[in-house]
């Protein structure tokens, strides 16, 4: 394959896509594709930038020929190297990797099995090679130097694919085990490769790209060539993979799409031709996993952890564990098939096997397209995994598995699910994510770090070994390593985390301890919590120990920094507010005479604090230093001028060397000019120069100033000597290092600060790759920066100063990954042997500074020993809350406690003080209540003073009103949260629970607790009652026009005579004579009208009788509804018939029910239930309020027997009689009501509640139970409290009957003692009547309540009964529900079927009407035809000797050819439209007929025929062929329709099996829902004496084969045995009445026939007697005038009155003009003879002209020539045309005969 051919092939597969896309392509697709077009193009400019493709491009030939087996590219020259700066003396091996802590376990296919011992992944920039008997590593470096794409393993394990990133990246092969670059593919993406796989066989390789072109390309790869490229999506593209089974399909799949690709050979060449897959009804979802099935299925995973089943573009089926659980919980990552089993693996951690022939053989059965279905195994590999990738090798029996895990580690597994399996191993665990921090021991070769993971590692890089971690709740966010003056064993770490706290770690060789003293297995080292604080809010950024160890700093995100004292346990010192988040804290070095700590912050800010003093904070109500002098430096960008002034002096350079050359030139010319004789030349010469030197060069203007609104975020810094740093930033301002300095006069604000740096430094390629992280070797030779992009860069300091004067040569390595690799810390180690990189892409490499062969073999860290004691030391306790309060938080918490409990304190004794004045003021208002009423002051006197209590009372209720606004929110806010309590428990409730107590008996009756009717199961009813009145409203509405058209049909019909009514009714004026004609000929027709119209009526009347009477007439073949009905409900419930159970029970169409049926149903029996139950409590509630009457008339009978005790004495009082008292639980709506007392007395409670809590929390462990008794108890008596409070019963309160005067006493006298005898007489009886009131009051209503209690109990019953068959009914709904669809979807099929049958028949019957009409078209045409021949018979008259020539004309058959109406073709010549033109609209074919007519010539009989008589026979020929052309095309649709009639006759015999089998099959499955419906269990309670299945006197074990009848349908079927024996009696004896009732009504039928003859010849003889002949006597009867006549005849005589009188009126007229008429004729008679004389006078001077006319013409007599010579051309022009009109005539008679020729047309030569 040549180049060209190479290079075309991309564009044929790009450019057909858009041809070669099937229906499955979506538009978004076609216009995906169609941009894509382009893309080749561009990619193919762009690929000649590389220098491999000019090479390939100039050595054209080379490309020819195959590129050897055994060719290899020099690893050396392909891999990446450092750069070093040129002539700098640096050597290239300045740092080298000997190890990789790190990996990148969040990247896709991140993991690969060279061989069973062999583990690949991508770290970086590097590949690693991983041992798994040594687990020794080996890197091999990328040739881009800008990260790896992707990385793929040949089938056969002999070669592995590194796809790299960069610009234009290539893709390198390398062969295994020799690691030698085997081929090296270019161009086949613009950025960067997302993936890569090999085919089945490994002959072919795919690739696709990243953002931003995303190009799938098919390559050769041996050959180095690509066979196929297109654009793949326009979104990631996560993964391309070729089809096992068949290598030209190949599928992609990536962010919400799936997409498949199949290799097509069109004319054009090959090309790759993408089908988008289509989500339907399912959701859309990124799809990570995917498998390619054998039989061209694809089966993919989901975000959602189904599976889903692919064919032809579009989901066939939707895979899910049973009960719809998902298959895998989150998305499914990886999808294998291997030795006949699916295999799947998710982000949950589970590995799932799965059967494949149940998945390759899925279908659905319903809509929703799920398929249920369980794994064969499963394996949870851990807690907290995520299993992104699974590799393995593919040998028969082979069942170890390797699995990437997300959260970090890599897992071995054992997939053979045996008794032997093997538990998931842990090979590997690494930080999850990108680390935040790493950190070196300044004592020995030891690491830290942490990440997001929420872990802390501990490493010894040296052995290059893991040695400890210890995990949190919280991600990791900074980290330092305690000096030598805080630990001398060098053991703390101090840890920053995301919420704010820092940890205090010790490190220590656990073999040191006594408790681990003599076991074997001791972890190399240990980490334990030492104290842990919480001093910010935030993720806490840096930490740093000031340079003596005796303070510590931390800087966070919530702008503070706080400040530590170091020691045993870390004490605060407080912290200080900066301006913006802090990013890097830096103390000053131990050389300077003072320690400063410098902050560095996000937003721009530099600040300098000193060493804060420790003081007594204990005391102190917040940490916060306020009085901590602080310098500020804030930065203002000066990029923009630095760029300025470095292009001012380039261009001041340039202007300098240019006035150089211009010198020279104008040394040089002068000295030519020297050489010049001529003056003149000279002159000119020297004109020419000074024309140049004037000549300026245009300069572009220099670029504008510009400052970044918002300040670029100051990455790094560090002190280069006292108050001066320098700063890296990041964003506009990268590329410098600025060198700073404290401002010596600061600004009043740190916001008005603006400081610009004194110098800086220019950064090589740093512009948009800013320095993150700066650290020095010890010696300060050499300055560690880590990159933006990943890269190490290593500056060569030969001073050591820090003032980087010499920072000029440098050595550059890029590591980490340039897209997300960050490098995040670069530290040497303590002896500058090691540096130490940590990355955001969860890379750690360690390199070993200069060469490798330095290191010593056994070189190993030295774990700290544990300190003495650290054994009984009690373990730290850690903050693990959340929400803890932070140091400040907590500090500010407590002062405000102490402040509220002194104020607290303060409204004790305040409380006390004010108590004690009340209780005073209160016993001075008892003292002067109790004096004389003259002496007593009046209440308002006890006022001091008023204004005092005005200003009190007015500043209560303004605190009132001030404490109600302030409390509105929360007021709101409950009573929302009351309402939306209400709402949800209360509102839907009917009644509640009210238990009524009978008054002299323990007995009590209660309503039942019922919520509101639900319209769940009525919604169904509510509906058809809605569709019902609905369809009666339509019925209106469709009623209403029809009334309208009726009535405007029935437009009244007024007669002449009315009119003539109306008419005279109108008129006002006097009758004439004839107006009383008219009248009288009117009133005369009216009585004939009436007259006729009874006898109409009449005979109308008996007509209508007659017809009554033959209508009630039975027929022939009548029966009586009432034996029909009853034959009908024989034939239904008499015989023998399946019972419900039997296997061949056929459901009625009325007994069929559904779900809908079913909950209407329930609903029906709900709305029962609750219309009982709502009925029973509304009695109950009338009994309670009955009840509540009858206590407050027994409470004013009480007081008014209280009264009657008064007046009589005690001897004969009578016991009062106990009120009954209302129970809390009779009105229970009282509990809801409240009043101020209540709510005052609840809180008093609820405060006792929470201090007696408070009080019991120590003693909890030894109340047991009886805790619970006692709260039981407390809540028991509030209830109590609280309903006597608030169930009180309004009572009537009778005022108390006043004590009687005492006088002294005296002897009553005998009057007096009557008096007194009587009134006591009548108050015992009064108290006995109101005893005996009470008492019948109380009786009435207990027996009131026994009767309602019993009626209550039956009503338990009922309900439970209700209760047990809602059960039953909400059961079979469930179960129908269940049928329901496949139910639906059968009754679809067969109301389909039935459809289709109906329709089919209207079809075949309008088939048949229409063959009817054909029929009878046929038969007209015919009749036609034959009319025809018939006309043309009679026309040629008897004797025509021309006759037979005639009819052969009639009837020869020539062939025509109609005219063609052509629309819309353009593409005919000019040429062909004219001969169109010319042709007539019918022309004889000139193809001789087959027939007899071939004989037949008409010019051999048309010379002596009958031109009228010729042209007669061709007209109706043509006629004749017209009729004969329909008759055949109608005979032709005659047949269609026949053969239409037959193909649908079997289609309908079709149409009725099929419908046939659905019944059938629809039959089938209700009865199976029948035998399902009579599989459940109902419930129904019986007694003992209910149980008649009694054998040998005992109830029988097995009650199963026993039907359950109730009394009253077993009494019935009882009775029905006796009622059917009396009603066959009595059928029998109505049968013989019957036949009786036949013989006799034969018998007067006959003998009435004849009386109706006999009358019928006498009537008829008595109108011939009469008439002489038989008439209608109807007709005779209603024979009157004739209406129309008679109208006629009074219209007739109305119009001659009117003429009449319009004629004497014109005779007036006439005589008027008549004597008008004489008077103008006399007139005119003068004129005429006034006239006759001037004629006179005209005629005499006409003469005379005349005569003198004749004397002066003479001369000019005779005829012109003109006229004689226009007369002879008019003559000849009309000869011509005559001649013109015979030859065309000739010519049109010609062509009327076949094979008549076409005359030239006629020249004239006028």
């Not at 409950?974 to 002299?1000: M, N, P």
């Amino acid at each position: 394959m040549d180049q060209d051919e190479e290079s075309e092939k991309p564009d044929d597969a790009e450019g057909d896509d858009d041809l070669d896309e099937d229906e499955f392509q979506t538009e978004a697709e076609e216009s995906e594709e169609i941009s894509s077009e382009t893309a080749p193009e561009q990619s193919e400019y762009s690929y000649s930038e590389d220098p491999f493709l000019e090479e390939m491009e100039e050595s054209g030939e080379r490309q020819m020929k195959k590129i050897s087996e055994n060719f290899f590219y020099d690893y050396n020259e392909v891999a990446s190297v450092p750069f070093v700066t040129q002539d700098s003396g640096i050597p290239s091996n300045l740092l080298t990797l000997i190890h990789s802590f790190g990996y990148d376990s969040t990247r896709r296919a991140n993991l690969q099995l060279l061989d069973s011992e062999t583990l690949i992944f991508i770290a970086g920039n590097q590949l690693v090679f991983v041992d798994l008997r040594t687990y020794e590593q080996s890197y091999l470096r990328s040739s881009s130097g800008r990260g790896i794409g992707a990385l793929a393993v040949h089938p056969d394990k002999t070669y592995f694919v590194l796809a790299e990133k960069g610009f234009y990246p290539n893709v390198i092969i390398y062969d295994y085990p020799n690691l030698r670059p085997y081929r090296i593919l270019r161009g086949g993406t613009d950025e960067t490769y997302a993936y890569a796989s090999f085919n089945f066989t490994g002959s072919l390789l795919a690739t696709v790209g990243g953002y931003p072109d995303y190009t799938i390309t098919i390559w050769n790869w041996k050959e180095e060539q690509p066979i196929l490229r297109t654009k793949a999506f326009s979104q990631d593209v996560f993964k391309v993979t070729f089809n096992p089974e068949n290598e030209e399909q190949l599928t992609t799949a990536g962010s919400g799409h799936i997409k498949f690709w199949l290799m097509a050979l069109t004319f054009t060449g090959l090309k790759l031709q993408g089908f988008l897959g289509r989500f339907g009804k399912t959701a859309a979802t990124d799809i990570e996993g995917y498998i390619e099935l054998p039989d061209g299925k694809v089966l993919t995973g989901s975000e959602w952890g189904n599976l889903l089943l692919w064919e032809g573009g579009l989901i066939k089926v939707e895979l899910c564990r049973h009960a719809r659980k998902t298959c895998h919980i989150g998305p499914v990552n990886q999808i294998m098939l291997d030795e006949g089993e699916v295999i799947t693996a998710g982000e949950d951690g589970c590995i799932r096997i799965w059967d494949f022939e149940t998945i390759d053989t899925a279908d659905a059965i319903d809509e929703s397209e799920m398929i249920e279905m369980e794994p064969i195994n499963e394996m949870q590999v851990g807690k907290n995994v995520k299993l992104y990738s699974m590799v393995k090798i593919f040998k028969p029996g082979n069942s170890i598995w390797y699995a990437q895990d997300a959260n970090g580690a890599i897992w071995k597994l054992d997939l053979s699910f045996s008794n032997i399996t093997q538990d998931p191993k842990r090979l590997f665990s690494f930080h999850t994510g990108p680390i935040t921090a790493l950190v070196v021991s300044p004592f020995t070769y030891l690491m830290a770090t942490t990440s997001h993971d929420c872990s802390v590692r501990i490493f010894d890089f040296a052995s290059k070994i893991f040695l400890a971690q210890m995990d949190f709740k919280e991600g990791g966010t900074a980290l330092v390593w305690a000096p030598r003056a805080v630990s001398y064993r060098g053991g703390v770490i101090v840890a920053g985390f995301e919420n704010g706290v820092i940890r205090l770690l010790e490190l220590f060789d656990p073999s040191g301890l006594i408790i681990f003293a003599g076991r074997r297995k001791v972890k190399a080292a240990q980490l334990r919590l030492k104290q842990a604080l919480k001093p910010h809010t935030e993720a806490v950024t840096t930490i740093a120990y000031e340079q003596n160890g005796e303070v510590l700093a931390t800087g966070s995100k919530d702008k503070t920094v706080f400040f530590f004292v170091v020691g045993k346990q870390y004490e605060p010192i407080g912290y200080i507010n900066v301006p913006g988040p802090v990013t890097q804290l830096v103390w000053t070095p131990k050389s300077y005479e003072k320690s400063f700590l410098l902050i560095l912050c996000e937003n721009g800010y530099v600040l300098q604090v000193p060493v804060p003093e420790a003081k007594e904070t204990e005391t102190l109500p917040t940490f916060e230093i306020s009085d901590l002098p602080m310098k500020c430096f804030h930065f203002m960008s000066i990029k923009s001028r630095i760029l300025r002034d470095i292009e001012i002096e380039c261009r001041r350079k340039r202007k300098e060397e240019k006035e150089k050359e211009k010198e020279e030139r104008r040394k040089l010319r002068l000295q030519m000019m020297k050489d010049l004789e001529e003056s003149e030349g000279e002159e000119e010469e020297e004109e020419n120069l000074e024309e140049e030197e004037e000549e300026e060069e245009e300069e572009e203007p220099l670029p504008e100033i510009f400052i970044p609104e918002k300040p670029c975020p100051i990455l790094c810094g560090f002190y280069s000597s006292p108050k001066k740093f320098w700063i890296s930033l990041g964003g506009y301002d990268a590329g410098f290092l600025y060198h700073c300095k404290f401002p010596a006069k600061p600004a009043k604000t740190m916001e008005e600060e603006q400081n610009e740096p004194f110098a800086f430094h220019f950064i090589e390629n740093a512009d948009d790759n800013p320095i993150r992280v700066i650290s020095f070797s010890l010696t300060k030779m050499m300055m560690f920066c880590g990159m933006q992009n990943g890269q190490i860069r290593v500056y060569i300091l030969k001073d050591k100063s820090l003032q980087l004067t010499d920072m000029q040569n440098y050595w550059s390595y890029n590591v980490h990954d340039n897209n997300y690799g960050q490098i995040q810390a670069l530290c040497p180690s303590y002896d500058d042997r090691f540096v130490l990189s940590c990355g955001a892409d969860g890379n750690i490499f360690v390199f070993n500074v200069l060469s490798e062969e330095e290191l010593e073999e056994d070189l190993k860290a030295t774990v700290p020993p544990p300190r003495i004691g650290i054994e009984t030391e009690k373990r730290a306790e850690d903050i693990e809350d959340p929400d803890a309060f932070s140091i400040e938080a907590a500090r500010r918490k407590r002062e405000y406690d102490q402040i509220m409990k002194e104020v607290e304190e303060i409204k004790a004794q305040k409380r006390e003080k004010l108590k004690y004045l009340r209780d005073e003021f209160e016993k001075l208002l008892v003292k002067n209540s109790e004096l004389p009423e003259h002496m007593q002051l009046h209440r308002t006197e006890f006022d001091v003073d008023t204004q005092v209590r005005e200003e009190t009372e007015r500043k209560t209720v303004k605190k009132i009103k001030q404490v109600e606004k302030e409390l509105a929110w929360e007021k709101e806010k409950h009573r929302i949260a009351l309402w939306k309590l209400q709402q949800r428990f209360r509102d839907s409730l009917e009644f509640d629970t009210v238990i009524v107590h009978a008054i002299q008996t323990e007995h009590k009756i209660s309503t039942y607790r019922l919520l509101k009717l639900s319209g769940k199961y009525t919604k169904a009813k509510r509906l058809s009652q809605t569709e019902r009145r609905a369809s009666k409203f339509d019925w209106k509405e469709k009623e209403v026009p029809l009334k309208k058209d009726n009535q405007k049909d029935a437009v009244p019909v007024t007669t002449v005579t009315d009119e003539i009514f109306m008419e005279k009714e109108k008129k006002g004026r006097p009758r004439t004579l004839s107006d009383l004609m008219v009248g009288n000929q009117i009133e005369k027709m009216k009585k004939i009208m009436i007259k006729a119209e009874k006898a109409q009526n009449k005979i109308l009347q008996r007509r209508k009788e007659w017809e009554e009477l033959y209508k009630s007439k039975p027929e022939d073949d009548y029966e009586d509804p009432k034996d029909v009905l009853a034959i009908k409900e024989a034939q239904n419930n008499m015989g023998d018939f399946n019972l419900k159970t039997a296997p061949d029970y056929k459901i009625p169409e009325h007994m069929r029910i559904n779900a809908a049926k079913k909950e209407e149903e329930i609903g029906i029996l709900e709305t029962m239930a609750h219309e009982k139950k709502f009925n029973m409590n509304k009695c109950i509630i009338s009994l309670r309020d009955q009840k509540i009457a009858v206590i407050e008339e027994i409470q004013c009978l009480v007081q008014e027997l209280k009264t009657i005790h008064a007046i009589l004495p005690e001897d004969k009082h009578l016991p009062i009689p106990e009120v009954p008292q209302l129970q809390p639980e009779e009105v229970p709506e009282k509990k809801y009501q409240y009043d101020e007392e209540i709510l005052l007395e609840f809180k008093l409670e609820q405060e006792k509640k929470i201090v007696e809590e408070e009080k019991k929390e120590p003693e909890e462990g030894f109340l047991g139970f009886g805790t619970g008794k006692i709260k039981t108890s407390l809540k028991e008596g509030e209830l109590i409290k609280q309903d006597s409070k608030i169930g009180k019963i309004p009572m009537v309160v009778l005022p108390e009957v006043p004590k009687p005067v005492e006088f002294p006493k005296t002897e009553p006298t005998e009057l007096e003692i009557e008096i007194i005898k009587r009134e006591e007489i009548r108050n015992v009886y009064m108290q006995q009547h109101v005893i005996d009131r009470i008492r019948e009051l109380i009786v009435t209503f207990d027996a009131e309540f026994r009767l309602l209690r019993h009626q209550k109990l039956k009503l338990d019953i009922q309900m439970k009964l209700a209760d047990l068959h809602h059960v039953t009914l909400f059961q079979e709904m469930l179960l129908l529900k269940n049928f329901e669809k496949q139910e639906n979807i059968l009754q679809e099929r067969v109301n389909s079927l039935d459809r289709e049958q109906q329709d089919m028949k209207w079809r075949i019957n309008e088939n048949l009407t229409e063959v009817e009409e054909r029929k009878n078209e046929i038969n007209r045409l015919q009749e036609q035809e034959k009319a025809l021949y018939a006309n043309f018979q009679a026309s040629l008259g008897e004797n025509n000797k021309f006759a037979n020539f005639l009819m052969k004309v009639l009837k020869k058959n020539i062939k025509r050819v109609k005219k063609k109406e052509v629309e819309g073709e353009e593409e005919e010549d000019e040429s062909s439209k004219e001969d169109s033109d010319e042709e007539s609209s019918f022309e004889s074919s000139e193809e001789e007929s087959e027939s007899e007519d071939e004989a037949f010539d008409e010019s051999m009989g048309i010379a002596n025929c009958d031109p009228a008589l010729y042209e007669m026979a061709l007209q109706l020929r043509e006629k004749r062929l017209d009729i004969e052309e329909t008759l055949s095309e109608e005979k032709k649709q005659l047949e269609n329709l026949k053969k239409e009639y037959d193909a649908m006759g079997k289609k309908v015999k079709v149409v009725a099996a099929n419908l046939e089998t659905a019944e059938e099959a629809l039959e089938a499955y209700q009865r199976e829902k029948q035998q399902r419906l009579n599989e459940l269990l109902v419930v129904i309670p019986l007694k003992l004496h209910q149980i008649e299945c009694v054998e040998f006197g005992e109830i029988p074990q097995d009650l199963s084969n026993a039907l359950v009848f109730s009394n009253s349908s077993l009494q019935r079927l009882q009775e029905r045995i006796i009622q059917l024996q009396e009603e066959n009696v009595e059928q029998q004896e109505l049968n013989r009445k019957c036949r009786e009732r036949r013989k006799k009504l034969v018998f007067e039928k006959r003998e009435m026939a004849k009386k109706i003859k006999k009358m019928k010849e006498m009537v008829t003889q008595l109108m011939i007697n009469k008439f002489g002949k038989e008439i209608d006597l109807e007709a005779l009867q209603t024979l009157s005038i004739n209406k129309k006549l008679e109208e006629l005849r009074i219209k007739k005589l109305k119009k001659e009155l009117s003429n009449a009188k319009e004629i004497r009126s014109w005779e007036d007229k006439i005589s008027r003009v008549r004597w008008d008429l004489m008077m103008k004729t006399k007139e005119h008679t003068k004129k005429l003879q006034q006239m006759n004389e001037l004629c006179i006078e005209k005629q005499q001077l006409e003469g005379r002209l005349n005569t003198l006319q004749a004397q002066q013409g003479n001369a000019f007599q005779g005829p012109r020539k003109a006229d004689i010579l226009a007369r002879e051309k008019i003559t000849e022009l009309i000869q011509i045309q005559a001649e013109k009109i015979l030859a065309l005539k000739e010519e049109i008679a010609i062509l009327r005969r076949k094979g008549g020729l076409i005359l030239p047309p006629i020249n004239s030569t006028h």
